[in-house]
């Protein structure tokens, strides 16, 4: 079994940043996938960003690219990700998840996080 806690969400006005950490216990994931989603209020969980286990490549979403960097710091078991100017429409719950794969839809991967809360106010 895997756990994963995420911190670093809150309260940001645009343009500002914010660093989301996840940091995961049970079993070391250097070899797995790893990737944050997002879940506006009534709207699907989205694909943000993802990084590969073995090669270390990283994905993102066509609304985050140039924004949003994911890292990995395997010595720690966890995984980042840095957003910088940030805008209203990426205010949402994020998400971190585990997989085998870095895939765009949530259903493959395998654990998941209880989610923090970005709030990006105009």
């Known amino acids: 079994q895997v756990q994963l806690v995420e911190s670093g969400g809150g309260l940001v006005q645009a343009g500002g940043s914010l660093r989301l950490s996840c940091a995961a216990s049970g079993r070391t994931l250097r070899n797995s996938a790893m990737a944050w989603f997002r879940q506006a209020p009534g709207k699907e969980r989205d694909f943000v960003a993802g990084?590969?286990?073995?090669?270390?490549?990283?994905y993102y979403a066509d609304s985050v690219k140039g924004r949003f960097t994911i890292s990995r710091d395997n010595a720690k078991n966890t995984v980042y990700l840095q957003m910088n100017s940030l805008k209203p429409e990426d205010t949402a719950a994020y998400y971190c998840?585990?997989?085998?794969?870095?895939?765009?839809?949530?259903?493959?991967?395998?654990?998941w996080g209880q989610g923090t809360q970005v709030t990006v106010s105009s």
């Open positions: 998840a585990v997989g085998r794969r870095v895939l765009t839809t949530p259903s493959p991967y395998d654990f």
């Open positions: 990084i590969s286990g073995s090669s270390g490549n990283t």
